[in-house]
């Protein structure tokens, strides 16, 4: 049976910085994929700025070393961002002509001929929806792309969208965590004063459940923040949830990664985490997280969320 987690391939290739990659993080990357698959992870997550172009290209080295690995798996990248340069700006570019381009780029260097699922990137302020309703149209005629989803886009946003494909969108990838609880608060603080500065679009979720539209969620562990991993950035709720998941990991015989995936896990939205660490050790650190979320209550739940917010709920 595949996973319900999503391996996230940003930290494969190296340093954005470097300007190539070579041998030492094909190794690394074939460590992880494989550690990936191990858990049953069939769903390899890109973006075409990932390392500037190289995570992308160390994974179709290993397509090219294994060709027997691209019946396995499904790979998903997106497109959308322009990185500046130094001292410039970057931009979000959803024009058909860059995403178009993107999409070559992409298949070029994963070395394969066709992408499962392309998501936008980041919403475009200058985007045309007939426009990129056109350029993903002629995508999956031409079989370049499978399905097409979204990246950090709002119901609105997706349903203005959706107006313009022949297709239905297949995914939105949000930034959802035990940390970013934001998507929780907007669902329990309706007709409250605290509910305006909430930031997470309201009904967001609500309308992927009512669409089949996937929630997929990029940093589900939050860096590591309630898992020992990282003491970076650390707020002021932060080394009490740390407790808490460790309490709670303790008491299942799991580890802490698989607690902090597993809330997101039991949500009724049948949210899909995406996991980015390289490392083999932490990505097994994640294998019981679908069963931590069968075995977890109601009241362990809420325990987690209010702990992490900092105070209780309405």
Known sequence: MASRLIYGCMGLGGPWDAPDYGPQQVAEAEKAVEAALALGITRFDHADIYGRGKSE??????LRQDPGLRDRVQLQSKVGIRLG???GFGHYDLSA???LDGVAGTLRRLRTDYLDV??????DPLLDPAEVGSALAR?????AVRAVGVSNMSAAQMAALQDHLHVPLAADQLELSLHRHDFVDSAVLVNHPDGAATSFPHGTLEHCLRHGIEVQAWSPLAGGRYTGRTAAHAGPHDGAAA????ELAAAKGTTGEAVVLGWLLRHPARISPVIGSANPQRIAACADAEAVAGSMTREEWFTLYQTARGRSIP
């Open 97 to 99: 002509a860059a995403i």
């Open 139 to 143: 995508l999956i005629a031409d079989g």
């Open 118 to 123: 392309l998501l936008l990137h980041r919403p």
């Open 243 to 246: 407790a808490l998941v460790a």
């Open 57 to 62: 290209a160390v994974f179709g080295e290993l």
């Open 85 to 87: 340069g130094p001292g």
